[in-house]
């Protein structure tokens, strides 16, 4: 059962990585998170459900961090327009 539940895991995981081409930062971003949760919990328990629940779990966080990670870059990009008008010329 193990040994079936890692090959489906690792078949999933290989086509959800292979269709990113097209996706938004977003989109990789939680696509990738729901994938590796799967994978890690589905491999570890052996069960669908708790399988599922990890991808649940990854995914949202995958989009959490996208969420962070734009918020950060865009203080970043404002702190550095304030510091570029602040300058004398």
């Known amino acids: 059962m193990k040994r079936n539940t890692t090959a489906c895991c690792a078949l999933a995981t290989a086509l959800a990585l292979s269709g990113c081409a097209g996706m938004s930062d977003t989109q990789k971003r939680t696509a ?3 994938t590796v949760g799967g994978a ?3 491999i570890a328990t052996g069960s669908w459900g708790w399988a599922a ?3 649940a ?3 949202a966080t995958g ?3 996208d969420q962070t990670t734009k918020k950060n870059e865009q203080k970043a990009y404002e702190k550095g327009v304030k ?3 602040s300058k004398p010329k």
């Open 32 to 34: 990738t998170g729901g």
């Open 53 to 55: 629940a990890g991808a």
């Open 40 to 42: 890690a919990v589905g």
């Open 57 to 59: 779990a990854g995914a």
């Open 63 to 65: 989009y959490l961090y």
């Open 83 to 85: 510091d570029g008008q």
